[in-house]
């Protein structure tokens, strides 16, 4: 039996707790300040009103200002599972309260800009907390399809658990094995996270046709747009790879779990596919996020805005190519600069 702390009480971190429960382990799940609605349900019922499903009973749930007298009984396992927006809290709460190089496990999917170009969160997280700490704390990062309320009602899920050490891999597989929740493991840690944070990002293209078949109505014959998302599909893949090879990660990777697999699943419902599909009617990116989505988060087009301008850098100085990353710079124009997607097939699936 582990002891396992979760820090974020959404729904992704929240359905981490069926694996971690069925392996037999103790779980507490520790909310954010955002998060008192649903800590207070699950503390007096069980119950996640998100979710909509009762946690299994090795799960004790808490105000994030328990947080550091949690960590002082010593977990096995943390698993990170706050937004992107919410890793410096986290980072200030976690250097806060550890007290030993503890495992850490981020499903948060996310990247920042630095001065080089593009960091991975789990090697932010770990040069934050050693910078604050002096520990040198291994951080290990989900990737690949897993809708959260899939999870939660216990359907198979496969998922890549990516690391730089091996053993710790394995370990945070076996702690969270069970027989609806299939860990593989990977040394590529970059690879995973790239993935895991632009699948949001291309999805925004990919989900365009639904919105350009609204404006333009269906063919007189019935036709939709198969073809046109399948070759925005294709395309992101390509692209993906190129962004993954150039940034130190492994091409297999973009063409495994973590990669195309994510990428389908993320397709097929979800925030960003619903603002594709507002771009494809030809809505620009600030009139569809404010009256249609204004109190949604939506994963790809942040990470267009966080870091739109440092890919453009990264193509002007030669370390990203720009000729090869048409799909890149038409979503980075339509969401930073309210310009139309423009879907420039002469350019596509060339190098």
């Known amino acids: 039996m582990a002891q396992i702390i979760i820090l974020g009480a959404g729904v992704m971190g929240s359905a981490m707790t069926l694996p971690a429960a069925h ?23 069980g119950r996640h009103p998100r979710l909509n499903i009762t946690l299994p009973g090795a799960v004790t749930a808490c105000s994030w ?18 937004s992107s927006a919410g890793i410096p809290w986290a980072i200030d709460r976690i250097a806060e309260s550890i ?13 920042a800009a630095s001065d080089d170009g593009i960091e991975i969160l789990p090697h932010l997280l770990a040069r934050e907390i050693e910078q604050r700490t002096g520990l040198s704390v291994p951080v290990m990062a989900v990737g690949g399809p897993c809708i959260a309320g899939e999870l939660a009602a216990q359907r198979d899920t496969s ?27 990977s040394s590529d840690l970059v690879g995973v996270e790239i993935c895991a944070a632009f699948k949001n990002f291309y999805t925004l293209a990919i989900g365009s046709p639904v919105g350009l078949l609204e404006r333009d109505n269906k ?32 091409i297999e990777t973009v063409l495994g779990l973590a990669g195309s697999g994510d990428l389908y699943v993320t397709c097929q419902a979800g925030r960003n596919g619903r603002m594709g599909r507002l ?14 989505m204004s109190s949604d988060t939506v994963e790809g087009a942040q990470l267009a805005l966080d870091l739109g301008q440092t890919l453009k850098n990264m193509m002007a100085r030669g370390v990203l190519p720009y ?11 339509a969401i930073c600069d309210d310009a139309p997607l423009v879907l420039s097939f002469d350019r596509y699936h060339r190098g």
């Open 23 to 45: 392996a037999g382990n103790r779980i507490t799940l520790v909310g954010t300040h955002l998060d008192e609605e649903i800590v207070g349900s699950v503390a007096s019922a």
């Open 65 to 82: 200002t328990e947080f550091g007298a949690v960590m002082n009984d010593g977990p096995d396992l943390l698993v990170l599972g706050v």
């Open 99 to 111: 007290k030993s190089p503890v495992p850490i496990l981020m499903i948060t999917k996310g990247l």
């Open 159 to 185: 998922v890549i658990v990516a690391g730089h050490d091996p053993d710790k891999i394995a370990a945070a597989s076996r702690i969270l094995r069970a027989p609806f929740y299939h860990a593989r493991p």
């Open 219 to 250: 063919a007189s014959n019935g036709a939709l747009m198969y073809n046109l998302a399948s070759s925005l599909f294709s395309q992101s893949l390509a692209e993906m790879a190129i962004l993954v090879e150039a940034l130190g990660g492994k």
């Open 279 to 292: 771009l494809g009617r030809g809505l620009p990116y600030s009139v569809a996020k404010r009256e249609h």
């Open 323 to 333: 000729d090869r990353l048409p799909l890149t710079s038409a979503i980075i124009d």
